[in-house]
Every structure is written in structure tokens, then in C-alpha cells.
């Protein structure tokens, strides 16, 4: 498995490739620029067969459509708790943001426990709301693909549409429950290693334990 992460210039969301031994590849959470995930696709070789969506943000779902358009067979998988923000413009924020109406339609809707396979590669599905009511965590190999559930030593906002606090306060402890040091990809900002975000996910619980 190989993991290319594709620079992303509007709004700094993070866009991921994550290939296969057969070069086929899933692309992670095109949220803008098209024209950069082709070509980084085509440079390396690479042949896309899935679009894998941690959430529905416009920042995530911005180039989806135009990639299938120049690759028709790839397809795109979500949760099926997020067909209220994938389908609604007003809700997934493009139509304040860009200015103009984005909407996605998956082709196939997953949940907790679902793997999705692509060549030797397995993606399991974990549910992760918190930021949004269908936010999805992807754990391949030694990688986890945390959307914008997790950051390093941050998490998503929880003051958006279908945001809950404490949804993403049971989500960071799902996340701290694991026994891997998975290299985590995250929606945002820099990667890093899960068990350097622990520390900061304690402080955050140790906050939430005294307010209460």
C-alpha cells in the first residue's frame, strides 16, 4: 500500500490516494481542485476505482462530480447517515462557501463494521460522528484516515449542521481505545501518529469530566 497525499490550495482540506499493489487506487475526500487529484493520479500510474468520503462537508465533496465525469466507472462511497448533508447544498455548506450548489450522490452507503475491498487492501469502516452525524473513520493497514473527526492534537468543530459535542467526545474515546499506532491521515493539517494524539484526546476528556 502506498499513500500519496494530493496539496490541496482552497480551504487546506487534505486529499489522499491510497493505491494497491495493482496500482488501482481509492481517492480520500477529493474536496476541491480536480484538475490536481488527475494529474497526480495520472503521474503516478495510477487507476481510480473508488472515492471513499469521511463526511460531507464541501470541503471534502468539491471535485467528486468532475472526477466522475473523467473517470465514469469509479465509485463513491459514504454513510448513509450523510445522505442529509451530501444532498442538501444548503447543509453541506457549498452554496455559502463556493457560491454555488454542490451535492453528491453515492453509489454505495456503508456503516460501522462494513470493509470495503480493493485489491489486497481493506478499509474498515468505523463510525466517528461528532463534526457530523455520519462522519466516518477509514482504518487500512497501518494507516487510519480520520476525516475531520481527528487532527493532530485538535479535533473538528462540533457547531455545524448534525454537529453534536458529545458525539465527538464518544467518538475521540472510540479512537483512543485503540491498541495500533496507526499513521493518521487526517482531513486538516499535518498527519502524525494516533498514539501522539492521546495525551491531548486524555486532556480533553479530563475537561469534560470536571465541567460536569
Known amino acids: 500500500m502506498e499513500v500519496f497525499e494530493v496539496q490541496m490550495h482552497t480551504f487546506a482540506s487534505n486529499c489522499y490516494l491510497v493505491a494497491s499493489n495493482e496500482k488501482n487506487c481509492a481517492v480520500i475526500d477529493p ?20 472515492i471513499l468520503l469521511t463526511h460531507g462537508h464541501y470541503d471534502h465533496i468539491g471535485a467528486v462530480n468532475e472526477l466522475k465525469k473523467q473517470f465514469p466507472e469509479i465509485e463513491v462511497i459514504a454513510a448513509n447517515k450523510e445522505l442529509p448533508i451530501l444532498m442538501d447544498a444548503k447543509k453541506n455548506y457549498s452554496v455559502t462557501a463556493l457560491g454555488a450548489e454542490v451535492t453528491v450522490q453515492p453509489d454505495r452507503t456503508v456503516a460501522e463494521g462494513d470493509v470495503i475491498t480493493l485489491d489486497e487492501l481493506e478499509f474498515k469502516v468505523m463510525e466517528t460522528p461528532g463534526h457530523t452525524a455520519g462522519g466516518l473513520t477509514f482504518l487500512c493497514g497501518d494507516a487510519i484516515f480520520t476525516g475531520d ?22 467518538s475521540l474515546k472510540r479512537l483512543r481505545a485503540l491498541t495500533t499506532n496507526y499513521k493518521m491521515y487526517p482531513g486538516h493539517d499535518a498527519c502524525g501518529m494516533l498514539f501522539d494524539q492521546f495525551r491531548w484526546i486524555d486532556g480533553v476528556m479530563e475537561r469534560v469530566k470536571n465541567a460536569w
Open 31 to 50: 474536496g476541491m481542485e480536480p484538475e490536481n487529484i488527475a494529474d497526480m493520479i495520472k503521474e503516478k500510474g495510477l487507476t481510480p476505482k473508488m
Open 149 to 170: 473527526t481527528l487532527f493532530v492534537q485538535n479535533c473538528g468543530r462540533t457547531d455545524m449542521y448534525s454537529s453534536d459535542f458529545f458525539d465527538m467526545v464518544e
